[in-house]
């Protein structure tokens, strides 16, 4: 690591507006960290991000010559790239930025609380100051990035990504598990809320997949192995039938691995008679001009609709999510099949047809006197099967009545949920999950199709649950975010990998035994051998630093002494520090 | 395939726009912006907080104005408009209309020296009218290019920002000019408007002050709003105890010309009640719905808490009427609980409107002027809901954000990559 | 403020827990942020740490802790099999467990450290994490009583 001058640190607190200094007295912060030590400049200030605060910090490095820098504002899951960029414009290496969050941390969890609340924010602060003094500069890496696009799932977002990405002359390698392209779309025979069925609409995409002479489809395979980083992965894929393995190289990856409609064995007597289906069975059924039952074959003359089948539960892992397609596609079934049966019954919490045309669906149910019935949410419809008869009772709010119907055949509008390996997908990707069981964005709000898995995407129903609209929407999107990576052909990467001491090293090989990447090997090449690490292959967790009993592997802008140092500054008073006694 | 050119033309600065720009210029591409108002960001920049992770709008949008302004490869067009376009996919010749500004933009620092000079004080449009700005100015602290503006229709030419600016960077005798732009593909991202609550005179909004509309009620708790972030009543400052908010204003609602669902004023307005009891946690916060739309991720989650941990009261009911009192500048909000059949009267010290939205205004010319079929509800019609859900009738132009039909946040920017996929697409072909 | 109130704030600051803690950057500390966002209440008394991966968090770090006068030591990381390094969580389980015993034979009470599992979407589990562990500590006194 290259020698930096003296330290001389900016600390710059952020009010955030209220949602800081409402809480905190960030001018009490500013002034305490005026006092320690290597702080030359600190100041308060409305909003550290905006282009106002931004320029601060870039005048205030040049006139004070800074070489070190903390902002105490927000998250810097949220904001530190911004404030990284920020110094490095004003000649400051991004690796001796430091960030205190003073938002999600402390003003806004301890609002009541504004003494204490400003007692942790000067520890805070003097502990990144401390944290600071000990910062190095680290190198800025790029990395190529191979111009060839992993798409995982070959549904309705897995095939559009795919068309997009070869389209835009890049290549694609697209994994589908099971035999056949199109996921659930292609089974529908009835694609609620569309007028056409899911063969008409996932057809063209899979003929124009195979066709493609940029995109290689492997079916009944699975990728087993993921290696690698951002630009730079390695895959391997197994033929499930034939147990063949291959290795691939790409540089990004798009997941669109979908969801399952939930099975609701012990909802609603599910499983209990042939006539009580979810509504993903439904629109499987085959296509006929007349609903016939599943039991005996008679035409169905009454049929009942329940939404929120394991969707909207409070305090039930999974299931607290609105499923958020059901209730268009329940309306339009309704109403589609009004026209050939008499009564139709839609037993409802709230009717969500909130997208385009959902709402003419749900006006064009009530017109053909589909009967909308709505149920209080704390005391469900009971349906019990009577002699191979369906009885649902329940209250129906709005008339306050206890009201009966024995339908024909019974559909349960049921969850989007996650496939059940999705651990696995996500283990495998290094992707987190969110409550629903589905995955996280990078951010909900702004960033909805990357995630915290550099080079890695999400699209479709994988990221929550979503119609088929919606998700061919995201999937390309999710294809112009691995687009924008492949034009460019080269990324920067973190220079956070760690570093073996060769001559700490008492070749005891324990940092390779706990290196979940296989980044450390023996260099036999030297007497004895010792330990070093393939930088690529690390992606800085920082374990085999703390397992090292040598003290010879440096974890790069996670070193021990930049660790402990925060101790020291948060516990030990200035005296002790200078090597006295505890007061 | 005619020619292309890599450069893509963007009309509207928004969350949707700003997306598709930096998706696009991420490959290499030219990216024009062409944004009516003085600054990008659109209704997003207004929001105070952002469902359903109550993240403040400016901190996350912030990072995403300066990305657009710092990239190399995008030119931000502010006050301009689309003048004319002709030309097919992948060769576009569109005239723009860039209004003057009266400020030089290269030379002005953002200083502000102008505006503490300039005498005249007009209501802030950005602030919803319920604060003030000067006759020249910014629209917001963040705003993008920080750059001041002129508005000539209130400007008395008394020339004092003239004389104190110190980079000579205004000049009043400024002229529009036209731009000429060569773009190989098109994407609309114009956005949508509020729909104008005082159309239903019965909800009282503009007859009594204590009835504000939702973007109103932004623009108050907003720390850099008018009144520093507290909620409190226009008509008296004081801060209100007991707060209605009234859902499916313009929305829903066939006879007003509104059918269908706005998509975000139920997760919005859950919202807005978890900030008024976050304001103030003694307060009374009541929502009158029809049916709660907690579709999108996270959503249905965050209305639990609204219930459970912050104790917003909810009530199924399109509300009837909303009256005054005599004195207090109270008002009772008369509604039938349709989950028990009564007929309620319900005392609130404010009242907030929550509008459906409505296309943007001047959206039928521009869909005239590139040729765009609309829907029935006066948006841009997409080609198919699943072959182009934004794509258009003209194969270089696509659409995203609200500009098809409304939208939250992340349906916004999903819809801004898409739209950049597609218009590389036609741009790369062009370079082959 | 009145006089009374003063005297409670003065009683309190004679002690309050100190808490260390340590949160792996993928979930605990984004659990954390979570828990800011969405205005989730919990004590003061903790100061966060981050680290990418509880992997990283040596035993010297938490001995160290409790010898500059910390009266309690937490650790947040992903629940095991979501790390976000696939099982650093795992390694710091097990060198933890060890550690427990270490410090109990040398006299400190092993419920001055907590480890506990909370993913980026757990906030309430996070915060009540820090409640717990304030609480725990509280009941056990400041730590130097135990050095005696």
Known sequence: MTQTDDPRIGVFVCHCGHNIAGVVDVEAVAKMAESLPNVVFSCDEMFMCSDAGQQLIRDKIEEHNLNRVVVASCSPRMHEPTFRRVVEEAGVNRYLFDQVNLREHVSWCHTRQPEAATEKAKDLVKMSVARARVLEDLPIKTVKVLATTLVVGGGIAGLRAALDIGDRGFDVLLVEKESELGGHVAKWTHLFPADESGAEVIKPLIKDVKAHKRITTLTNSKVIEFDGYIGNFEVTVENLKTEKKQKFDIGTVIVATGFIPFRPYGYFAYGESPDIVTLAELQELAPSDQLLKPSDGTPVKKIAFIGCVGSREPGVKGHEHCSRHCCAATAKAAADLREKIEEVLILYQDIRTYGKGHEEFYRLARRRHVIFSKFPRDAKPVVTVKNSEVHMSWRDVLADRELTFQPDLLVLATAMIPPEDIAETAKMFSLTRSGDGFFNPEHIKLAPLTTHTAGVMIAGASQAAKNASESVIDASGAAAKAVGLMAKGEVEIESTVSHVLSELCSSCHTCITVCPYGAINMDETVDPPVAFVTEAKCRGCGTCASACPSSAIIMYHSTDNQIMTMVEAYLCSPAQLEGGEPQ | MAKSIGNALIVGGGVAGMQAALDIAAQGFGVCIVERSPSIGGRMAMIDKTFPTLDCSACILTPKLSEVLRHPNITILTNSEVGSVSGKAGDYKVRILKKARYVDEEKCSGCGDCATECPVEVPSEFDQGLGFRKAIYVPFPQATPNVYTVDMDNCIMCNRCVKVCEREAIDLEMVDEIVEFDAGAIIVATGAQLFDVSAYPRLGYSLYDNVINAMEFERLVNAAGPTGGHLIRLSDGKVPMSIGFIQCVGARDVQKGVPYCSRICCMYSIKNAVMAMEHNPDAKVWVYYADIRAFGKGFEEFYEMAKARFGVRFLRGRVAEVMQGTHSGNLVVKVEDTETSEIRLIEHEMVIVSPGMIPPEGMSKLARKLGLPMTDDGYIKIEHSFFGPVATKDPGVFVCGMADGPKDIPDSVSAGSAAAMKATIILAKGEE | ?148
Request: net charge positive; charged share 20%; aromatic share 6%.
């Open chain 3, 1 to 148: 403020m009145t006089t009374v109130e003063k005297k409670e704030v003065q009683a309190k600051k004679e002690w309050e827990p100190q808490i260390v803690a340590f949160c792996c950057n993928w979930c605990s500390y984004a659990g954390a942020d979570l828990a800011g966002t969405s205005r989730i209440q919990y004590p003061p008394n903790a100061r966060i740490i981050r680290v990418n991966c509880t992997g990283r968090i040596s035993p010297e770090f938490i001995l160290a802790s409790l010898e500059m006068g910390a009266d309690g030591v937490l650790v947040s990381g992903c629940h095991p099999g979501d790390c976000h390094y696939s099982s650093g969580n795992l390694k710091l389980r097990a060198r933890l467990t060890i550690m427990k015993m270490a410090i109990e034979q040398a006299g400190i009470n092993p419920d001055r450290i907590r480890l506990q599992w909370a993913s980026a979407s757990e906030a309430q589990i996070f915060a009540d994490g820090v409640t717990t562990i304030v609480e725990q500590v509280r009941a056990l006194g400041p730590l130097r009583r135990e050095w005696k």
